[in-house]
Each structure stands twice: as structure tokens, then as C-alpha cells.
């Protein structure tokens, strides 16, 4: 799980966990990187800022990590910092013994406000474009990080996790999260809202109330009450453990309704309102719980549609899906970003501006069926979708699957993909991919696709050979696939094939008495 203090503190934790401050050695001289908006003070085994000691040194590898993390909200964030954020960053070995031995790490950043509006530092610097001086002028936000990764093992660099590592970018990433702008000003020592922390002579000093957070402010709780800044809620008093939505007006057109807020029925200083429920999918970075072998590197749409709400600019907001650099167009450089960032299916996790246009974490021929249907050049087709679609023709007696291109835009099919959720293909090694030479494919047992590179396609009926289980009905075929799309001439969209079943199963006993038989067609 993800914690914090009863405060503005962040502390990543796989069970709840408490953080003590340390007492601090004579300051040494960190290692110092600048990162996008962020200076970056690495402190090594017996180096201190006075706060903190960090207790092991710093490896290129693991600060790498932290510059990753840093462009996993740098891609999406527009806004100009009035002056880069101050990010002291330790090593420390949070415990052995009891629940201690759980914390994965921790952020801490200190907050103000002009009584109408709070705001952590981090927040204020990047968001607001304020070159804040505030009551405490040592350091913006604060990350530690747990020698033993909560006595496991870390996954660092940006290969895949696996097996019981925690993945170290993972980590780094929501613990940013939470220095930007999501966490809240409420205190269960005072039920209150709008509480802030950091003084001149301490930066984890309480320093009254000073405003709700944009974070908080649309909150809502069963019965209706808000959040109040110096209050317990308006008009009553606001439930902490009951059920809690964010209602910012961006997320909740994207996600189709109230967006749940993590609020469990025993409040916890260290994770509830300052996470988005785990249930919500794809998992949010900004959840509290990260598994073992999990990775969650970047913020999902929804979490871009919350800092929208929160008064950040994001950009250019994609006109088109497969428009990887949000500049109104789907050309020859967001294929390039897509070819460069290319994952296959489960593979690392990626963001929108890397090729993630389907929001799953992964760069794939999904991905650049989306790109192939809505490209527009150079080098996109003249030929629109008609209404008429391209065959996925299933033997039911064989496993067969033929696909006829021959009523697709142009056509032809320059990218097509099958995808299911119980790795029923007959796959790998069994089909027969038509562009050969010329495709990029994917054959796994999940997800058989391709994309032909020169965009050409194949116009031919083709034979992919005998990979899917016999004796599906019409109904369970369309069960099976999750996915069964295909891409006509570049440009003409990204659609469903028509699902063709010859013969049904139960019609299977006729043939041998002469029956016609009545092929079946119908629209994934």
C-alpha cells in the first residue's frame, strides 16, 4: 500500500507503516542532476540535508530510474515551473521487525495556501508557475526509499519486473504523484480540512488551515457533503470511511461517472483520500496497493483527466487516436514513436505519448491498428469505410480462420488483430502471416496480430491457418474474441471484422445428407 503521515506525507508501504525522523548527521555535498522541472539531490550512505541521512550510495542505474519517473508526468505536463522543484532524495532502512519491515518508501512535501486554495509546494512551483519562497526554504518535496524494498528485492532499470521484485519506477512514479498534487489537507487530530504543514524552522511543523487542495474539492460523500476549508464538511460533516467519489467535470466525462476515491470503512492516515480505488481499470498509478511483480509506471488517461480538472496543462488533447506527439495529426512521426517504443502484448508499461493509445500499458498491433486507422499522412489512402466489412471466416469443423478482404476500405488489410482472455489460440507457430517479409506480428496464445510496415496490405483471401478451438458457435466465437479488428487502405478507420461460422456446429450431422447450408454472417 501506498501511506502517508496524518498530514501532507506520502509513504509508499506494502502494509501501513509509520515513519520517524530521523536524526540527521553534519550536511554533506549530494550528488546533484536537473531533471526537466526537477533538481535532483542524491544523497549517498552518510550524506544529510540536516533532515534526512541517506544510508547506501546512489547507482547511474537507479538515478536513471529517477529521471524516468520525473518524464512519466514531464510528457504530459505543459505548464512552466516559476523555478525547478528542489527533490532531496535518500536510501534508508526503514526497519526489520513488525510492520516496519514493509515500508517500501516514503514522500513528504511541505503546504500552504492563501486560505482559499492549498497547495504542496511541488504543486504550487510547477502547476501555478510561482517561484515559491516559502515559510520553509530548504527543500520542495522529499522522497526516501527503503533499502530492502520492504524486505524483498527491487526491480531497477527499465526492463520488466518479475517474481517477488517491486518495481523501483513504479514506486518513484506515484510517490511524484503525490508531490504534484494528489494528496489532501484533511486531519483526523482535528477533523478538519485545509490543514497545512511547514514552518521557517521545520518543514513537518503544523501551520494551521490555508485552504482545500484542487484535489479535494470536488470530493462527495454518500449523504452529499463536501469537503470546508477549517471545517469537518459542508453541510455536515464529511464521512472519511463511507463512499467517496471525485466529481472533477474532465474525469468524470472520461470515466463515464463519479470517479471512486480509495476510503475504506477503517480510516488510515497513511492511504485514505489520497488514492483512486484499485478496482478502477486499468489500475490507476495513483492506487493504493502496488503487488510484487507489478508494474505501473505512468499515469493512466484518467489520472491526465484529474490533473486537467486540478488546473494543469496538458497540452494539445489528441484530435485523433494514434496521434502520439498531440499535434492534430497521425503521421509518419507517431509511427515512428510506435515502431521505437513497441512492446508486443503484456509488455512494459507505457503512456500515450509513447504508443499506449488503448490505455492497457502496452505498445502492440492494437496500438497501430489505431494509428493505421486514423492516419492522414503522407502516405494515407483515399478509400473510407463503406459500411461493408472484411470477413474473419471460421471453420468450425477445423479450427480454420480465412480472412477476405475483398469488402474492406481499398480493399485490402493493412493491420489486423485477434486478442482473447483465456490464451485459447492455437498459437505460436501455427499461423500463417499474409505480408511476409513485410509485417510486424505478434503470435502468442493471447494475441495473434499484425501490421504490415509498408502499409500496402494484402488483398487476397488469406489462409491464417488452424488457429482457434473447433466446434464454436457463432455465439461463442464472438465470446471468445475480446478484439477481431482490422485496418482497410491507411486512414479508413480501425473496425470490426463480420464473423462468417462454416459450418454451425449443430448443423454439422446435415451435411452428410445434402443440406445446404446457410452461412452465418454477423458484425463483431
Known amino acids: 500500500m501506498f501511506g502517508r503521515l496524518d498530514g501532507p506525507g506520502r509513504f509508499t508501504v506494502l502494509v501501513l507503516g509509520t515513519l520517524a525522523v530521523l536524526s540527521a548527521a553534519a550536511p554533506a555535498v549530494p550528488t546533484v542532476v536537473d531533471y526537466g522541472p526537477f ?25 536513471d530510474d529517477v529521471a524516468a519517473a520525473i518524464e512519466s508526468w514531464d510528457m504530459w505536463i505543459n505548464n512552466t515551473p516559476g523555478r525547478q522543484i528542489k527533490l532531496h532524495i535518500f536510501w534508508r532502512e526503514f526497519g526489520t521487525e513488525g510492520n516496519d519491515r514493509y515500508i517500501l518508501g516514503g514522500s513528504y512535501s511541505p503546504t500552504y495556501g492563501d486560505n482559499s ?26 522522497i526516501q526509499l527503503d533499502v530492502t524494498a520492504g524486505s524483498k528485492a527491487w526491480n531497477f532499470g527499465d526492463g520488466a519486473t518479475y517474481s517477488s521484485l ?16 494528489f494528496s489532501d489537507s484533511y486531519s483526523s487530530s482535528n477533523d478538519k480540512w485545509g490543514n497545512v504543514y511547514g514552518t521557517r524552522f521545520n518543514p513537518y511543523s503544523y501551520n494551521g488551515t490555508k485552504g482545500l487542495r484542487e484535489w479535494e474539492k470536488t470530493f462527495v460523500d454518500q449523504n452529499g457533503n463536501t469537503p470546508k476549508n477549517n471545517s469537518t464538511g459542508d453541510p455536515g460533516n464529511f464521512d472519511e470511511t463511507g463512499t467517496v467519489h471525485y466529481t472533477g467535470a474532465n474525469a468524470v466525462a472520461y470515466y463515464g461517472g463519479n470517479v471512486p476515491i ?11 483520500l ?77 503512456a500515450w505519448p509513447q504508443g499506449n493509445f488503448d490505455d492497457d500499458g502496452d505498445v502492440d498491433n492494437i496500438d497501430f491498428g489505431a494509428l493505421y486507422g486514423n492516419f492522414t499522412g503522407p502516405g494515407a489512402g483515399n478509400a473510407t469505410d463503406t459500411g461493408d466489412r472484411a470477413d474473419l471466416i471460421y471453420d468450425a469443423a477445423t479450427g480454420n480462420v480465412k480472412l477476405d478482404p475483398s469488402e474492406a476500405a481499398g480493399g485490402v488489410i493493412t493491420n489486423w ?76 478507420g480501425q473496425v470490426d471484422f463480420d464473423l462468417i461460422v462454416i459450418p454451425e456446429p449443430a448443423t454439422l450431422a446435415l451435411v452428410g445428407v445434402g443440406a445446404c447450408l446457410l452461412l452465418l454472417r454477423r458484425r463483431r
Open 417 to 492: 488483430a485477434f486478442e482473447n482472455a483465456s490464451a485459447a489460440f492455437s498459437s505460436p507457430g501455427v499461423v500463417v502471416f499474409p505480408t511476409v517479409g513485410f509485417g510486424l506480428e505478434t503470435d502468442t496464445a493471447g494475441q495473434i496480430s499484425q501490421t504490415d510496415v509498408t502499409m500496402a496490405g494484402f488483398g487476397y483471401l488469406a489462409d491464417i491457418g488452424n488457429i482457434f478451438p473447433t466446434g464454436l458457435t457463432l455465439e461463442a466465437l464472438q465470446s471468445l474474441l475480446t478484439t477481431a479488428s482490422y485496418v482497410g487502405t491507411v486512414g479508413s
Open 166 to 181: 517491486i518495481d523501483f519506477r513504479s514506486v518513484l512514479a506515484h510517490e511524484l504523484g503525490h508531490s504534484i498534487g
Open 117 to 142: 486554495t492549498s497547495w504542496s509546494y511541488p504543486e504550487h512551483i510547477w502547476r501555478d508557475g510561482s517561484d515559491y519562497n516559502g515559510a520553509w526554504d530548504g527543500w520542495d518535496t522529499t
Open 39 to 63: 533538481t535532483v539531490s542524491f544523497y549517498n550512505s552518510g550524506d544529510s540535508d540536516g533532515s534526512a541521512t541517506s544510508e547506501q550510495d546512489w547507482t547511474q542505474t537507479q538515478m
Open 262 to 272: 480509495y476510503a475504506p470503512d477503517t480510516y488510515s492516515s497513511s492511504s485514505s
Open 274 to 350: 489520497c488514492h483512486l480505488e484499485e478496482y478502477i481499470s486499468p489500475e490507476p498509478l495513483m492506487s493504493p496497493q502496488l503487488q510484487p511483480a507489478e508494474m505501473i509506471r505512468n499515469p493512466s488517461m484518467l489520472e491526465i483527466e484529474i490533473l486537467k480538472d486540478m488546473g494543469y496543462d496538458v497540452g494539445i488533447w489528441p484530435t485523433f487516436t494514434g496521434d502520439a506527439d498531440r499535434d492534430a495529426d497521425v503521421d509518419n512521426i507517431d509511427m515512428g514513436t510506435l515502431y521505437g517504443n513497441f512492446t508486443g502484448p503484456e509488455g512494459i508499461q507505457m
